[in-house]
């Protein structure tokens, strides 16, 4: 085996280490919430479905606003009590994807997708995990206006927290999908593959939803097992990350390769290959010679495949 390789100080992960106390045990007191709200220092993240409206600024944009300022947006809809950051309240305050869309040529306002947010660094990183929260539910609230059960219209309640069906007395709750997303190993080499939705370069992890009454060991030998046709036993699971794309919850895996003939399923993959470590240190390092890149770091797939080459993974 190579000597671990020098791949500097590890990186943080998108999305996570949230500074948000959620006190879910508040969400069903009213007059708690109009508390919150009213007090000056509650601020609200202000999302229309794939995008983040935030204050124009530098080298940072500010993605929070007052309450007075968020209602002042024309367009809302859905607002969620994220929780508290040092006793104060935060809040996702969702607006038509049109208004966002509208705001993007207003002076003072930029506008982007949390993609871009994340990878660029364009608010600080203690901001990614309440937008990536709020994002997500209010995504929810857009796709549960209906009871799934009776059709009637549904009613937030709980801070944004569950919806009720009048008619049927039905209650729903926001859900995440889990996904897992895993690195095949065989000795010395890993399975990376590419989707056509990648950029040109990247190479990444194999990835796919956890299916009803499946486990997350069966989904991901199922998944590299259909993606790839590489056959895989032993399982480890290594850490997750919330990917609000639109709400999904990751859990990053390693699996033990047992056969290695690749069959790419090119429905779901442009191509799919084995790689030693050496090229994917290359990878890491942006000085491979055929310029193949790796994910970046605000991604699991990143931290999964640095685990690997720093020998942080066992099949106990
Ligand atoms: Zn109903």
Partial sequence: MSPRPDLGPKPQLGYTQSRIERVAERR???????????????????IGGERIVMKQGSPVSDPQFTLAQA????????????????????????????????????????????????????????????????K???????????????????????????????????????????????????GDRCLLGRSPRFMPTMWSCLAGFVEPGESIEEAVRRETWEEAG??????????SQPWPFPMSLMFGCFAEAITDDIVVDRTELEDARWFSRDEVIAMLQRRHPQGLTAPPPVAIAYHIIRAWLEDEISFD
Wanted: with cysteine; aromatic share 10%.
């Fill in 136 to 186: 997500a539910v209010l995504h929810w609230h857009a796709r549960h206006r209906f009871c799934p059960n009776c059709g009637a219209a549904t009613q937030p309640v709980d801070g944004g927290w569950r919806r009720d069906c009048p008619q049927c007395k039905a209650q729903h709750f926001p859900r995440t999908d889990p996904v897992v997303i895993m690195l095949a190993v065989d």
């Fill in 28 to 46: 069903s007191d009213e007059a708690a919430l109009r508390a919150f709200a009213d007090d000056p220092r509650a601020r609200a993240y202000v």
């Fill in 71 to 134: 209602f002042a947006l024309e367009g809302a809809t859905e607002t969620v009590f994220l929780g508290l950051v040092d006793g104060a309240a935060r809040f996702g305050f969702g607006v038509t994807p049109a208004t966002a869309e509208a705001l993007k040529t207003r002076d003072g306002f930029h506008v982007s997708d949390l993609r871009s947010i994340a990878v660029q660094g364009l608010v600080t990183p203690d901001h990614l995990p309440p937008i990536a929260q709020a």
């Fill in 230 to 239: 590489v056959a895989t036993g032993r399982v480890s699971y290594y850490r």
